[in-house]
């Protein structure tokens, strides 16, 4: 910066990744605040910050407010501006709350005075609201929330119930479709084979009647033209079903994602958690495979599969994905650590890029 006619220039406490063996950690030894200022005429300044930023150690005259983490310091009454609301170093906390609950399924997030989650070690908040965090808890503890309200007790655990009863209704329903369209497909065949089949040759005067294997594929031919109607409302049902598996799971917190993210000028970190409870890992399987069979009877396998599922029978082990990493903007570095965990074992794995 310059000022008078003097070039002042400013370092800070920036944060850098180290990476060996294609690991890499952030080194968040400070948090880009202002720390040594000099200028073109030999003069230096040094500040030194508490952990929750106030000016413990002052040597010379800064000629900036920009100062903690690169917030504007009010120094006239000791506060710092955070774009969105202003901050006390003394306390620790915002002085005014949080216009939004960035992260609701965080409990730490409801406090809405706290600064970074109550960390100020390794986070910033160059917004006012803190950074991103989705998490899928929300749901039941906004259902909960309205049945408190309605005197509803365990609202979120009824609410599952009846999902999961619907889908189990809907997931048979399907499969009665599919079998009867298999049933049919089957009696097409047997008599197609066996007595034969008439099919329209162009140009021809009667029907040509085909028998054996080919009588066989028109027979069913014709019934799976007949019957398309009733195998798209069978996988209309198997969709809403699989729709309400998962969300059942998700009332539960048997199926949960998390992801947070958290921003400042150097660092991008990023955290994210999924869990997939039985169900939710079979309807993301059945549904999509079913839907995309052209006849009832292929789609039967994973329609029975479907409710072998809603009724017990067919439980996958748990799933777990994690990942974790962050992106230094200074370096152009991305790094990355994912890991699944299943009931037998796990894998883990790493991956480190360079822009």
């Known amino acids: 910066m310059r000022q ?9 406490d920036h944060p850098s990744l180290t990476c060996q063996n294609r690991r890499c950690r952030s080194l968040r030894t400070s948090l880009g605040s202002t720390a040594v200022v000099k200028n073109t005429q030999g003069g230096k300044t040094e500040l030194r910050y508490t952990a929750w930023g ?10 900036t407010d920009r100062r903690y983490t690169g917030q504007r310091e009010e120094a006239s009454f000791g506060l710092y501006f955070y774009n969105a609301r202003w901050y006390d170093p003394a306390l620790g906390r ?17 406090d809405r005075y706290a600064y970074v989650n109550n960390n100020p070690l390794y986070y910033t908040d160059p917004s006012g609201h803190w950074g991103i965090s989705i998490s899928s808890s929300f749901f039941p503890n906004v259902v909960n929330l309205v049945g408190n309200v309605l005197s509803v007790s365990n609202a979120s655990e009824r609410m599952a119930n009846l999902y999961s009863a619907t889908a189990t209704g809907l997931d048979m329903a399907a ?18 084979f066996s007595s034969g089949a008439a099919i329209a040759v162009p140009g021809g005067e009667a029907p040509v009647i085909v028998t054996g294997p080919g009588g066989a594929s028109v027979g069913v031919a014709m019934v799976e033209i007949a019957t398309k109607p009733a195998l798209m409302l069978a996988n209309a049902f198997a969709t809403i079903a699989g729709a309400m598996t998962v969300e059942a799971e998700i009332l539960r917190e048997e199926t949960r994602f998390d992801f947070d993210m958290y921003l400042d000028a150097n660092i991008c970190s990023m955290k994210s958690n999924i869990r997939l409870g039985p169900g939710s890992q079979m309807a993301l399987v059945t549904t999509p495979l079913g839907d995309a069979m052209p006849t009832g009877f292929m789609s039967l396998p994973f329609q029975a599969a ?5 009724i017990g029978l067919i439980k996958p082990p748990s799933l777990v994905y994690r990942s974790s990493g962050s992106f230094s903007f200074a370096e152009k570095r991305l790094w990355i650590r994912n890991k699944i965990d299943l009931e037998w074992g796990e894998m883990d794995w790493e991956d480190d890029y360079e822009y």
Do not use: K, M
Not at 306 to 310: E, I
């Open 4 to 12: 008078g006619g003097v070039l002042y220039y400013i370092f800070g």
């Open 54 to 63: 106030t000016t413990r150690y002052e040597y010379g005259s800064t000629p």
């Open 94 to 110: 915002f002085i005014q709350a949080d216009t939004i609950v960035p992260g609701a399924g965080n409990p730490q997030a409801w």
């Open 175 to 192: 499969l009665v479709i599919d079998t009867a369209i298999t049933a049919a497909d089957a009696a097409a065949a047997y008599i197609g």
């Open 306 to 310: 479907a409710v072998g599922s809603d």
